[in-house]
C-alpha cells in the first residue's frame, strides 16, 4: 500500500493539455488540501473544479461521446481534458446566462484554462497507455465506473496491481512485470 501513498505532486488536469501544446501557464504551486487525496482503501472524495462540471448533465442527459471531450484515449496515454475552447464551442450559445457559464468564458477570454483537480492516477513507475485500451475494447467503465452518472467523478476503487492483473489474465494480456513496470 505504500505505493498508494506515494502522491504524485499537485497534478493538475490542465498539465494534460500541454501535451496538445494549449496551455504553458499550469498553476504547479497549488496543492491539493489532504483532504482529497484518495485514501488506502482507494475511494477519493470529490474532484474540486473552479466550476463544477457535471457529467449527468453532458454525458448523461445530452449523451455528449466520452470521446469527443477525452479526445485522446483512443490515440494516446493520456485520455486528455477538453480546452475552454471545447467547452466554449457550445457554451457561447448555451446556458449564457448561468453563473457558471459566465466564470467560464471570462477564464477563457482570458486566455487561461480552468483547473481540475485530478481524480484518477497511478505511481510514476507504472506504464500505463489508454489507446492500447481503448483500442483492445475495453469499455471507459471498466476501469472508471459509470461515469455519465457521476455528479462528480470519483474513483470506486484502487487500480491495485490485482485488479490489473485479474482482468490481464481474463483478457489474455500481459502479466510480464516489465509490461506495467518501468
Ligand atoms: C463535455 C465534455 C465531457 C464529456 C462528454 C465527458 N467528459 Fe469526462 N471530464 C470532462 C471534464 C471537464 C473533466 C474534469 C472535471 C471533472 O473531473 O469532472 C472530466 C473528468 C473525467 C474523469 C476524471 C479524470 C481524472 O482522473 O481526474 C474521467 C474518468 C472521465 N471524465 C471520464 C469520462 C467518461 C467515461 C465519459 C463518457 C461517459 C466522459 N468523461 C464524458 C469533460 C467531459
Ligand atoms: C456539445 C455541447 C457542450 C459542450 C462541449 C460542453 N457543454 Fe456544458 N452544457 C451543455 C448543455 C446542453 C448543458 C445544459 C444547459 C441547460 O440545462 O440549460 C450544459 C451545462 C453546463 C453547465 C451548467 C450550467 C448551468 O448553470 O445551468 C456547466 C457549468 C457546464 N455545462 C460546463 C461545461 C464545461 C466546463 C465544458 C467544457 C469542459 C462544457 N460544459 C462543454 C453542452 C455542452
Ligand atoms: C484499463 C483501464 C482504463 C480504461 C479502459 C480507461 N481508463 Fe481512463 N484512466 C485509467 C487509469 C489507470 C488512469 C490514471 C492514469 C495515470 O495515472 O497515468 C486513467 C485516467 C483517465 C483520465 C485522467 C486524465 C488523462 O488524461 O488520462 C481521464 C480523463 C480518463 N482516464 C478518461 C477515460 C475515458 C474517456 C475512457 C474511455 C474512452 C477511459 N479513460 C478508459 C484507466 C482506464
Ligand atoms: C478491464 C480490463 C483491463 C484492466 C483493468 C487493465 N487492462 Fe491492461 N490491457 C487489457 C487488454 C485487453 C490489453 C491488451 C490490448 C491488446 O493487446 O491489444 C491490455 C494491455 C495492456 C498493456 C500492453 C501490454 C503489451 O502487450 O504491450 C499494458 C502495459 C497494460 N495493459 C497495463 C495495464 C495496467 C498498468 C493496468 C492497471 C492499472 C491495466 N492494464 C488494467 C485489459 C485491461
Ligand atoms: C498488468 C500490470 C502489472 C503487471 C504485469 C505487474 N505489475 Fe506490479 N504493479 C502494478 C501496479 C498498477 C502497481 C501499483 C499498485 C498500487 O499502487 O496499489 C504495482 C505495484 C507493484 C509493487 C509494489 C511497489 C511498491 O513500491 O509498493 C511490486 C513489488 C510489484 N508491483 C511487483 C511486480 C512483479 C514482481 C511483477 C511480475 C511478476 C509485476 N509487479 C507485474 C501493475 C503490474
Redesign the pocket.
Same mark, same amino acid.
Given at each position: 500500500m505504500r505505493a498508494r501513498r506515494r502522491r504524485r505532486p499537485a497534478l493538475l488536469?490542465g498539465a494534460?493539455a500541454l501535451f496538445v501544446g494549449l496551455i504553458a501557464t499550469i498553476a504547479s504551486s497549488q496543492t491539493p488540501s489532504p483532504s482529497t487525496a484518495p485514501s488506502a482503501s482507494g475511494s477519493a472524495p470529490a474532484a474540486v473544479g473552479e466550476v463544477a462540471f457535471d457529467h449527468t448533465i453532458h454525458a448523461g442527459k445530452y449523451g455528449i461521446a466520452?470521446?469527443d471531450c477525452?479526445a #485522446?484515449?483512443?490515440k494516446a /496515454?493520456? /485520455?486528455?481534458?477538453p480546452s475552454g475552447r471545447k467547452c466554449m464551442g457550445c457554451h457561447k450559445f448555451v446556458a449564457k446566462e448561468s453563473p457558471a457559464i459566465q466564470k467560464l468564458a471570462a477564464r477563457f477570454a482570458e486566455g487561461e484554462s480552468l483547473k481540475w483537480q485530478?481524480?484518477? #492516477?497511478?505511481p510514476d513507475y507504472?506504464y500505463?497507455s489508454?489507446r492500447m485500451?481503448?483500442r483492445a475494447d475495453?469499455?471507459?467503465s471498466?476501469?472508471?465506473g459509470d461515469?455519465a452518472s457521476m455528479k462528480t467523478v470519483t474513483q470506486d476503487r484502487p487500480?491495485t496491481m490485482g485488479r490489473c492483473l485479474s482482468?490481464h489474465e481474463q483478457r489474455n494480456a500481459t502479466r510480464d512485470c516489465v509490461g506495467c513496470h518501468k
Open positions: 488536469l494534460t466520452c470521446l477525452h #485522446y484515449a483512443d /496515454a493520456s /485520455a486528455g481534458i485530478r481524480v484518477f #492516477y497511478l507504472i500505463f489508454h485500451h481503448v475495453v469499455a471507459c471498466e476501469c472508471h461515469v487500480f482482468c
